[in-house]
């Protein structure tokens, strides 16, 4: 499938997935240098996405951080024509539900609308969120479910024909290297982890460079790693960047 079919599947249900993207030894090296954060952030408890599901922002040390994971063209193209040229990397996080996890009410992100005034306004898209498990992620696993078509309907008129059974949620598995692109206002929820390995879903935000808000807490990039990019990579990262230590 190329990018003309992703992004008119895209533009359709509100999301696609790009099959094999990113390559499986960088994911590999994120999930063994995350893993200890992961499992140190679980054993604390602090559950905030609901039972036993767990969301805290990522470190941009490497290995947890790869460039490739920003920078990819299949994604930017799409994100590109989708919000143009003037895109920015925003939010840098990880959703993992654990064992004991349930299915969350189906429900949108960034639940604030652009105009408080219209909330069911339409508007062209000025968000976008990319994912990508550090697993594979089976139906055992808890993949993400997605009410096709719901990004483009008013809000309480999509609710009621997901609640109804009129529009039905797919579930999204997704394989090592797959990346889903989605539009955060599909409805959409967890579903239960039914397995003893937590399901790290890494999910970055591209937004049109004029949008701001602070939905999520995010890391600061360090110094080293920041000046280790080129350029244009760092036109595409709004990101807090760590002051250099002092001698």
Same mark, same amino acid.
């Given at each position: !499938?190329?990018?003309?079919?992703?992004?008119?599947?895209?533009?359709? +249900?509100?999301?696609?997935?790009?099959?094999?993207?990113?390559?499986?030894?960088?994911?590999?090296?994120?999930?063994?240098?995350?893993?200890?954060?992961?499992?140190?952030?679980?054993?604390?408890?602090?559950?905030?996405?609901?039972?036993?599901?767990?969301?805290?922002? !990522?470190?941009?040390?490497?290995?947890?951080?790869?460039?490739?994971?920003?920078?990819?063209?299949?994604?930017?193209?799409?994100?590109? %024509? *989708?919000?143009? *040229?003037? =895109?920015?990397?925003?939010?840098?996080?990880?959703?993992?539900?654990?064992?004991?996890?349930?299915?969350?009410?189906? #429900?949108?992100?960034?639940?604030?609308?652009?105009?408080?005034?219209?909330?069911?306004?339409?508007?062209?898209?000025?968000?976008?969120?990319?994912?990508?498990?550090?697993?594979?992620?089976?139906?055992?696993?808890?993949?993400?479910? =997605?009410?096709?078509?719901? #990004?483009?309907?008013?809000?309480?008129?999509?609710?009621?024909?997901?609640?109804?059974?009129?529009?039905?949620?797919?579930?999204?598995?997704?394989?090592?290297?797959?990346?889903? =692109?989605?539009?955060?206002?599909?409805?959409?929820?967890?579903?239960? +982890?039914?397995?003893?390995?937590?399901?790290?879903?890494?999910?970055? %935000?591209?937004?049109? *460079?004029?949008?701001?808000?602070?939905?999520?807490?995010?890391?600061?990039?360090?110094?080293?790693?920041?000046?280790?990019?080129?350029?244009?990579?760092?036109?595409? !990262?709004?990101?807090?960047?760590?002051?250099?230590?002092?001698?």
């Amino acid at each position: !499938m190329g990018a003309c079919d992703h992004f008119d599947e895209l533009s359709k +249900n509100g999301f696609c997935v790009l099959r094999r993207r990113l390559p499986a030894p960088l994911i590999e090296a994120c999930r063994d240098g995350f893993w200890p954060v992961l499992l140190a952030h679980v054993a604390r408890g602090e559950a905030n996405r609901g039972p036993c599901r767990y969301f805290l922002p !990522m470190p941009f040390e490497r290995p947890c951080f790869a460039p490739e994971f920003f920078f990819d063209e299949g994604v930017l193209e799409i994100a590109r %024509r *989708e919000m143009g *040229e003037r =895109i920015v990397a925003d939010q840098w996080g990880c959703d993992a539900p654990v064992r004991g996890s349930e299915f969350q009410d189906v #429900h949108v992100d960034y639940r604030r609308p652009l105009f408080a005034e219209l909330p069911d306004l339409p508007v062209p898209a000025y968000m976008l969120v990319a994912s990508f498990g550090l697993i594979d992620i089976t139906q055992a696993h808890g993949p993400i479910e =997605i009410a096709p078509g719901t #990004h483009k309907m008013a809000r309480d008129a999509a609710m009621a024909a997901v609640r109804a059974g009129e529009i039905a949620v797919e579930s999204v598995p997704l394989g090592l290297g797959d990346v889903l =692109i989605r539009h955060p206002w599909a409805l959409h929820r967890g579903t239960p +982890n039914r397995t003893d390995t937590p399901r790290p879903l890494l999910t970055i %935000r591209y937004v049109r *460079e004029w949008y701001w808000d602070n939905s999520r807490e995010v890391n600061a990039i360090p110094r080293a790693v920041w000046e280790s990019l080129t350029a244009e990579q760092r036109k595409l !990262m709004r990101f807090p960047v760590a002051e250099r230590p002092r001698a």
